[in-house]
């Protein structure tokens, strides 16, 4: 069985507890990252923990030494029986009171993984009635305070759909539920901005470099138009997506959808850090 990685040591799973009182079980004040293992190594590592270190500045948080947390995630993929898994880097304030106020204790530092058996070829998506904030404090931050993101997971489910996405405050297409969202529209290949509020995600940007997709906000009405979607995320690389809200996409995948999925597993393949 796969070790952890809990502040300095590799142990058993069962012996990777945490206090009661730390912090990010208390109040959820940590960030994460999810990054995949392929060919027994970590993908796109050093992407990751840059945007890891964006994350801890932008909600105040204290990380280890540079250095210590890719080491980490080296020494736990060791520990892996397959080639190709998920490995979870979990960093927190540390112990703290029953409340929002921090103390100066050290940061508590995860790092876990897991086989991964994959999500499905080609996915469904629908929009969830609950806007996000694209001005929020945590607004582009991947942090692990991420029930908003269980309860519309939920709600897209239970309407048939393997993932929920969201909109802004603005009346634009933010993200999905653990994804970023490309769409067809005229020809052209278009993400929300980061302005959007949504996630700067790894494979959103390795995207944004091996295609002609541009940056743009998204209207419902344009949504509702799209010739054809696709989902980014470091589990799911380049997902087609067949329906939006039930009603079928004129192209799953379309032409656009299978040039950035071509071109994403040679970058794949080359092993890119």
Known sequence: MPRVY????LV???DAVISVFDHGLVTGDGAFESVVIRNGRPFALSRHLERLERSARAIGLRLPPPGELAQAAARVADTMAGPSGKLRITVTSGLGPLGSGRTDSSPTVIVAC???PGGPEIG???VVPWPKSERG???GAKTISYAENVVALARARESGASEGLFFNLAGNLCEGTGSNVFVGLDGRL???PLSSGCLAGVTRALVLEITDAVEADVTRDELARADELFLTSTT????????????PLA??????????????AVLVERGVD
């Open 114 to 116: 897991e086989e991964s």
């Open 251 to 264: 192209h799953c995948p379309g032409p656009l959808t299978e040039a950035a999925s071509e071109a994403f």
């Open 190 to 192: 278009v993400t929300p």
């Open 12 to 14: 058993d799973p069962a």
């Open 124 to 126: 469904s998506v629908s």
């Open 6 to 9: 809990l502040n300095g040591e």
């Open 236 to 247: 799911r690389g380049v997902q087609p997506v067949e329906l939006v809200d039930g009603v």
């Open 137 to 139: 404090a945590l607004a």
